[in-house]
């Protein structure tokens, strides 16, 4: 049974649109699974802030009009729900061999195996991110920015209950088992660690933070939205309803970069020799190093370029492309070439593969055009800051760890150098230990609600019409 609707139980233990109350047995798993969840978010969330009241939007409604409550909540109460986005209509598979027929209101036997890979590598990233974000309350720049870190801790938090419900409900046993995996499983752990590889970097600092939520979670949107186009349609459902939070994850991302930008930009002219790091600012080289690292590590996520995983997911409509549905005419893609930069005997030549096995590639152009724009906007605000620094992408076949070009060394413009050539320049490209200390030496805890570091532009807005000097974190209860 799917009853699913607008009409959302919020006084359940497990705030839900998904009829969970006519699903005892899903139910009690379920009820046995919150309290290691809280378990985990105890040992491995945001430390030192449990007491805390938090100005938190929770989202208790799947109405697009007003599907978030705000108020002051302590994150261990935060109510976690289950939503899926209504059907307005009878869903059918957007894309691949069956495009048109109606979709999979359950798991198709022939699909189970993929379905739950798919489910449990995204499922995967949720504890992830909040783990790797855990030790950043501690130096943050101000109260709004603790609060929106905070905002997407939660929230993360809540897509891992998204999936999870998704494999217990449709995947018995084996889904129970995963679920109790997802919490067992630590960022950076050496015997245990998240199953991709963005999500087992360090995240130390709110220049690394700024740029995950900008890059990492930039494609975890690409991600659920190529997931929206899925036949399975719980799996559209669900990934529809987190896209609504994650606009939020990449706002915090995108804002904080410009923010710290501009600020830069002033303390570049406030020095008489230009030198941002002695008004103890973070200079545009080591904001550069930053976005290569993190742009890169998220590239990866989108795997192989030459996928026969990728062709499968299209052709069977588990996965689709960016707006499937809206972009493209033809959803069968079976004849057409894909054109890409391969090495061959030592040199870089451009090859034409099937459509159908490219559609990795086709994601992460979406993604990549996504990315191209936001740093318009921040050459934008140097631009009118009046600073000649401009910033960039670098290529997408720089500092690669899957894919056909992981293995060979490139430049970050593109060039295939040595690995001599490489190693003798990483330190330029690349974030490195010193970077690390260097920021840490600088982020200072700034609590006092109104006040912003020094090396960051306060933002324009507050929260919800809240003003920017709005007491978005109580320190003392
Ligand atoms: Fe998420
Ligand atoms: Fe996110």
Request: aromatic share 12%.
């Amino acid at each position: 049974m799917t009853a699913t609707s607008t009409s959302v139980d919020l006084d359940a233990k497990i705030p839900n649109n998904v009829g969970l109350s006519d699903d005892p047995k899903l139910q009690r798993a379920l009820e046995q699974w919150l309290p290691k969840y809280l378990e985990w978010w105890h040992d491995m969330g945001p430390t030192d802030f449990e007491h805390m009241p938090i100005f938190l939007r929770t989202a208790v409604s799947v109405d697009r009009g007003g599907w978030a409550n705000y108020d002051y909540v302590k994150m261990p109460d935060y109510r976690w729900g289950i939503f899926l986005t209504p059907n307005d209509s009878e869903p059918t598979i957007k894309c691949g061999d069956d495009a048109g027929t109606p979709a999979w209101s359950d798991v198709p036997g022939e699909h189970r195996n993929a379905l739950r890979r798919i489910i449990v590598t995204q499922a995967d990233t949720e504890p992830a991110s909040v783990e790797q974000q855990r030790m950043l309350g501690h130096v943050a720049p101000s109260l709004y920015d603790l609060r929106n870190l905070f905002q997407v801790n939660v929230e993360e938090g809540r897509h891992l209950w998204a999936m999870v419900y998704l494999l217990q409900k449709y995947f018995g046993r084996d889904g129970r088992d995963e679920a109790e995996e997802l919490l067992l499983r630590r960022s950076g752990d050496e015997d245990k660690p998240r199953i991709l590889g963005a999500f087992n970097q360090p995240c130390d600092h709110w220049l690394s933070f700024f740029a995950f939520t900008m890059f990492t979670d930039r494609d975890g949107k690409y991600q659920l939205a190529a997931l929206a186009e899925s036949g399975f349609d719980p799996l559209a459902r669900s990934t529809q309803f987190m896209l609504t939070e994650e606009a939020h994850h990449l706002f915090v991302g995108d804002t904080g970069l410009q923010r710290i930008i501009k600020r830069s930009a002033e303390l570049q002219q406030l020095d008489p020799n230009g030198d941002v790091r002695a008004q103890g600012g973070i200079d545009f080289d080591l904001i550069q190093r930053t976005i290569n690292y993190w742009y890169t590590y998220s590239l990866d996520l989108f795997g192989g370029e030459i996928s026969s995983n990728a062709s499968t997911f299209f052709a069977s409509g588990l996965k689709g492309r960016y707006h499937e549905t809206r972009r493209y005419e033809d959803h069968k893609a079976l004849t057409g070439d894909y054109r890409l930069p391969v090495v061959e005997n030592g040199k870089v030549v451009e090859k034409d593969v099937p459509l159908r096995t490219a559609m990795n590639e086709v994601l992460r152009d979406a993604y990549v055009a996504d990315c191209e724009k936001v740093i318009g906007r921040w050459n934008k605000t140097l631009e009118e800051s009046g600073s000649p620094t401009r910033l960039t992408l670098p290529s997408r076949l720089f500092h690669r760890h899957q894919g056909i070009y992981a293995g060979h060394h490139f430049d970050p413009q593109g060039k295939l150098i040595t690995v001599e050539q490489y190693e003798a320049n990483v330190h330029r490209w690349l974030l490195v230990p010193e970077d690390n200390d260097y920021l840490l030496s600088i982020m200072k805890p700034c609590y006092e609600p109104g006040k912003f570091a020094n090396w960051i532009a306060p933002p324009t807005k507050g929260i919800e019409g809240r003003p920017t000097d709005f007491e978005y974190v109580k320190m003392h209860d």
